[in-house]
């Protein structure tokens, strides 16, 4: 029932995009997986980078040259990758390392380096792979030099988008990745809500703009949404080449994009008619250096104009006081005889500008 739901979600996509050929109901792509007629991404050469990036304060450190503490096999036990140098190398056999804590939403810091002397072809050349969630895979190949089906190129997303350019460093050299994932998001009945993303800079350079997994990458199968925990391991391809990774760490994101709860508490309104409106109406100038502010009524509504300002709402929450419609900010006005003004103040981002009618 789940994946007849994402279907039907994904149902007038897949109608604009196969029009006019057998309709594929699996996949949202231009192109079937893995299509060797893919155009290829452009080769651009990456400019010289200051490797290793160094964490910033809030980094959660995954390997910092030292130890492999922070990972482990599939099966929960020590991972067996070689830790030499500074740099960890995937180790023909030992299998896939996980991270022993679990992340949702991140950015992600990876780098990596194929093997030199290069051996192999095509996906056998240094392949390795960053898979967020253990389940969504940012491909690692030495894609230097060495053709391969476009989505499966270094930094693609597995078998559904290449990058946007192919800015592979030679074998041997450090490269980096930094990863900005947000993770699918499930309702409690395990209907997608919204696709995981991420966004990708392969040495500096962005690859992956945003785009939305279709489903967990997979060579061959496509495997669409099927809920997951919020939170699940990191983890590393072994794909028999021994690719190095060193100074993998990351920041954990919030869930929205700001910091803190949302505050659009809305403060009480009250009507004035347009003759009580009218009373606002002039030219206010204000300190300190004679900027005319000014006020006007069009039909119901009561607007500003500070300095150059654009059209401006102004709503009323008493007869003295006023908000605008769309910023934090208030008019308060200073009312003389029979409630005609003499002034107001404007507050607006921790500043207060008093402006004195003129006309
Ligand atoms: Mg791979």
Request: glycine letters at 8%.
């Amino acid at each position: 029932m789940r994946k007849h739901k994402f279907l039907l979600l994904l149902l007038p996509a897949c109608i604009f995009l196969t029009s006019g050929r057998q309709a594929n109901a699996q996949t949202p792509s231009r192109w079937k997986a893995h299509d060797m007629n893919r155009p290829r991404p452009p080769v651009v050469k990456p400019a010289a980078q200051a490797l290793p990036v160094p964490p910033p304060a809030d980094a959660i450190i995954l390997f910092d040259g030292k130890d492999l503490s922070q990972w482990r096999r599939q099966d929960g036990g020590p991972a067996k990758w070689a830790v030499v140098n500074g740099y960890t190398e995937s180790t023909k056999g030992s299998g896939y390392i996980y991270t022993r804590r679990t992340f949702g939403d991140m950015q992600l810091h990876v780098e990596w380096a194929a093997p030199l002397p290069a051996e192999g072809k095509g996906q056998g050349r240094g392949n390795s792979g960053v898979y967020l969630m253990g389940l969504y895979e940012i491909q690692v190949l030495d894609s230097y030099d060495n053709d391969t089906y476009p989505d499966g190129q270094a930094a693609a997303v597995y078998g559904q988008y290449p990058p946007l350019v192919n800015v592979c460093r030679p074998p041997g050299e450090w490269q980096s990745y930094d990863i900005f994932f947000r993770r699918p998001r499930f309702n409690p009945d395990g209907l997608l809500l919204e696709p995981g993303r991420v966004t990708v800079l392969h040495n500096g350079v962005l690859v992956q703009d945003n785009v939305k997994f279709w489903g967990f990458t997979n060579w061959l199968q496509h495997i669409p949404y099927e809920a997951h925990p919020d939170r699940l391991p990191i983890s590393l391809q072994d794909h028999g080449n021994p690719v190095r990774y060193r100074n993998i760490w990351l920041r954990e994101l919030p869930e929205q994009s700001e910091p803190g709860p949302a505050n659009l508490k809305e403060e009480p309104m009250i009507v004035l008619q347009p003759q009580e409106l009218d009373r606002y109406v002039g030219k206010y100038r204000a300190a300190p250096n004679g900027d005319i502010f000014a006020i006007y009524r069009e039909g119901q509504k009561l607007l500003a104009n500070f300095s150059n300002s654009a059209k401006i709402e102004l709503v009323p929450h008493s007869t003295r006081r006023f908000s605008l419609r769309w910023t934090a900010a208030t008019v308060t006005f200073d009312l003389g005889a029979n409630d005609i003004p003499k002034s107001f103040t404007l507050d607006i981002g921790g500043d207060q500008r008093v402006a004195t009618k003129v006309e």
